[in-house]
């Protein structure tokens, strides 16, 4: 699947300073790419109210990606706590 990062979500991954928690999303994103849909990829879940907004569970935060047409952008990286507040 093509993957395309808005510069927000760039800018969450840059503030993290774990660098066990950079290597999981890296393992995240490298899944999302080899990927034909988003049943083969573990802990997504639909966010509540939006049909193309999903939220990937890695540890206590969550990745929001939109997915449309074989496209995935990914919108955020925030806490579990925050997702449904900043994304989407």
């Known amino acids: 699947m093509e993957i395309i990062y808005l510069r927000?979500?760039?800018k969450d991954v840059n503030k993290i300073?774990?660098?066990k928690l950079?290597?999981?999303i890296a393992d995240v994103?490298?899944?999302?790419?080899?990927?034909?849909?988003?049943s083969e990829i573990k802990n997504v879940k639909p966010?509540?109210?939006?049909?193309?907004a999903y939220r990937i569970r890695i540890g206590n935060y969550r990745l929001g990606i939109y997915?449309?047409?074989?496209?995935?952008?990914i919108g955020r990286f925030v806490k579990r706590e925050d997702i449904y507040k900043l994304f989407p």
Request: aromatic share 4%; charged share 30%; no cysteine.
């Open 29 to 38: 994103v490298a899944d999302l790419k080899l990927a034909e849909n988003l």
């Open 47 to 52: 966010m509540s109210g939006h049909s193309d």
């Open 8 to 10: 927000q979500a760039l």
């Open 67 to 73: 997915y449309l047409d074989d496209t995935i952008t």
């Open 22 to 24: 950079k290597s999981k």
């Open 17 to 19: 300073k774990n660098s």
